[in-house]
């Protein structure tokens, strides 16, 4: 485990932990369900998604589709249906926050 880990009903959480999203790091993430944070250099949110932890983020970082996104972090979740509502969630939040959803959500919908 990762300095910094919250155990949470059996699975760790890394929403409080802020990781450099290079492969270094990406790689030794786990490969289970959930959402993440993509932010810049300025902390500011860029992206959320949802997946495969470890595929989604190595998707980031290897087709570079959000250059900004300098940073994450994730938290794990049971299932797809429950991914899709985090992420909505969060989007939902963020859109309520400031007006406008994340620079890279803006464009794939």
């Known amino acids: 485990m990762k300095e910094n880990q919250v155990i949470c009903g059996g699975i760790y959480l890394e929403w409080e932990k ?3 999203l290079t492969k270094r790091f990406v790689s ?3 490969n289970k369900l959930g959402v993440y944070e993509l932010e810049d250099d300025l902390h500011n949110t860029v992206y959320y ?12 970082v290897n087709k570079k589709d959000c250059p900004m996104a300098k ?30 959803l994340p620079r890279y959500n803006e464009k794939i919908l």
Do not use: M, V
């Open 28 to 30: 030794i993430e786990p």
């Open 18 to 20: 802020w990781w450099s």
């Open 49 to 60: 998604g949802s997946g495969k932890i470890k595929t989604r983020l190595l998707d980031h």
């Open 71 to 100: 940073n994450y972090h994730f938290e794990l979740i049971n299932s797809k249906a429950e991914c899709r509502a985090r992420e909505k969630a969060l989007l939902e939040e963020y859109q309520k926050n400031h007006e406008k």
